[in-house]
């Protein structure tokens, strides 16, 4: 069963940046479509990027032209590059296979601040 390790999260300004990684403990090549989730406070789990084995990438409008999702399948790495961050980014974020995703990770905090 494959690992998944967020890191990357922190304490930023509204505006700044954030790079987030999701490392597996086994190979994602073969894994298809990965994406990055958050969950806020009090809120549902939503899905903010999504990427191809091949590397289409899709976003969810409230982050599209300020979030990069990538992938290193020679590392095993998922990415979420974050820039112009607001408030409402503020969540726990997570990474996951698209679809039957693996165990859920324990995520990494993102807090915004004005």
């Known amino acids: 069963q494959v690992q998944l390790v967020e890191s990357g999260g922190g304490l930023v300004q509204a505006g700044g940046s954030l790079r987030l990684s999701c490392a597996a403990s086994g190979s994602i090549s073969s894994a298809g479509p990965m994406a990055w989730y958050r969950q806020a406070p009090g809120k549902q789990r939503e899905l903010v990027a999504h990427?191809?084995?091949?590397?289409?990438?899709s976003y969810t409008g409230s982050v599209k032209g300020r979030f990069t999702i990538s992938r290193d399948n020679a590392k095993a790495t998922v990415y979420l590059q974050m820039n112009n961050l607001k408030r409402e980014d503020t969540a726990i974020y997570y990474c996951n296979k698209v679809p039957l995703p693996y165990a859920w990770g324990q995520g990494t905090q993102v807090t915004v601040s004005s």
């Open positions: 990427i191809t084995r091949g590397g289409a990438t």
